[in-house]
């Protein structure tokens, strides 16, 4: 325990644990006045989140995360954070300047509605409004109005929520995530309690607050539904190349007009289907057990190819595509010795291709 204990001061040092939580409850009173960097718990606290660094576990729930992606047609793209980045500056926090943080990790986030507000404004800036009408239309859905005639619809693209990409190896700390930052306000007065107006000669009043590092990394993706026709996929990537343009030169979240929130795709978008369902079958779960049970005996593996051929292949062809691609690679695994390779692969293509 005396280990554990005095491990905790260096521990303390690399910032918290979670960031967001730190930045929400831990905050002491505000206090920018003080020049005093070691006196001031409020200098303190800022120097203390300057050092939060990604969660040790962090990259388990992000691949959870991506992985899930895989049940729609979804456009992904990496994008790098090529100067500071300000989301949320709008939320409630204890620097006066929001920013926002995952709530069970603490990590920096980029809302999906962000990023639906910043393609919805690059459209209307960057095309003609009868140019971009019917994608406007289809992907952010319309109100309906009665007088015209006009049916509600609901957009057909989703916007996830961009998260913090994990870049944390097997050893070591993870990369530092957020920076101290300043804003300076002239005309105190003014934006105070409105007690004079605002003028040039009053003494400048910096303001420090938090931001997200330059360099961080986000996973930016839109989804349609499954079943989705050609017409709808060159719609989710075309919004996907506007959305990465957006990003690239108008940038997202705060101070935007000061260079924030630029984001640099790392490669291009890629479309990936969605994962096939694999359906409840008697027979499917009958055939692996039975795979099982020859492993366990270890039958030979020419007998086991015979019987598959001569009792298993006729059972196993009414069964859907992807569910005779299941048990094709639950052969696989069970023969795989080299001078059988050309009757299981033969005996396959049978069975997958419905020869």
Known sequence: MRKVLAALPRFEEMGPSHAGLAHERYA???????????????RGWLSWMDGAREPEHYGVAYRRWRGALTQWHTASVEMRATGRLLAGH?????????????????????PGSSLKGVLAAYLRA??????????????????????LGQKASVGQVLFHDAPWVSSRGKEGAGPRMLARDVLTVHQRGWYGKAESWPNDYESPNPVAFLSVRPGGRFLVALSVAPGADDETLRLLRWAADRLCEALRDWGVGGKTAAGYGRLEPEGSVVINPPRAVSRPSPERDAFKAW????????????????????????????LSREARMECAQALRVLVR??????????LLRLLVDGA
């Open 28 to 42: 002491p009173q505000k206090d920018d006045e003080s020049k005093d960097e070691n006196s001031s718990p409020w």
């Open 90 to 110: 709008g939320n409630a926090s204890p620097t006066g300047v929001g920013l926002t943080l995952h709530h069970t990790w603490g990590v920096p986030v980029i």
């Open 126 to 147: 960057s095309f003609e409004p009868a140019e971009v009408a019917e994608a406007c239309r289809r992907l952010f859905g319309v109100p309906g109005d009665e007088r």
């Open 291 to 318: 795979g099982e049970e020859q492993r366990a005996a270890k039958t030979e593996q020419r007998k086991v190819l015979e019987d598959f051929d001569a009792q298993w292949r006729p059972k196993l062809m009414p």
């Open 337 to 346: 010795s080299p001078k059988l390779q050309e009757r299981r692969e033969e």
